[in-house]
């Protein structure tokens, strides 16, 4: 079977607030990008919800409070279902309760926007630890769905450790050179964008690389 082959119509595409997958193997790459969209698209309903918010009010206060509100919902059903956070979700937990929380009682919008690069760049040095001690955090997270040579979760981890760096300097260079509502349609659409590219680049490198059915 030919590794670009799409199997169940090509292309399966899922949108996400900040991301997108899409299935171009049927088997473990389409079980693995399942999973992750699941996720993504939970993460899609906070960025939405702050989006929306913001529009109506022209108010990033009151939007930084939907978003807050809903993050801790998000981590509380996560863990009623599956009795457990991950480190990751606990470090999202964190920053939205804190840069948020500050930006409600401080009135300042900096915290909320400088969220998402702090979230960015913890990510990447996760990996980036767990890569120098010997581990790959990638492989821990996701080697039970998706079987692949060492070499490639290698390739992959320095990938996601230079998207996440440019992610959280992008968001930077956004919300210091641009507007307030500029910064919040970019945290959404840019954003997404962006996420969408390399999810697409991803999903090609993975479909080289799994094994081939008849």
Known sequence: MNAWKVQ??????????????????????????????????????????????YTLTHNII???AVAVVIGVLQAAFTYWKHKKLDTMQWVSLLLIVVLGGATIVLKDNRFIMWKPTVLFWVGALALLISHL???????????????LPDGVWRNLTYAWIGFLVFMGITNILVFQNFSEAQWVNYKLFGSTGLMVLFFIGQGFYLSRHLPQED
């Open 8 to 53: 169940k119509s090509v292309f399966a595409y899922r949108l996400t607030g900040a991301k997108v997958g899409f299935s171009l193997y049927d088997g473990e790459l389409s079980d693995l990008f399942y999973r992750l969209n699941m996720k993504i698209l939970s993460d899609l309903l906070a960025v939405i919800l702050f989006f929306a918010t």
């Open 62 to 64: 009151t939007a930084t």
């Open 133 to 147: 001690a010997g581990k790959n955090g990638l492989k821990a997270m996701m080697g039970k769905e998706i079987t």
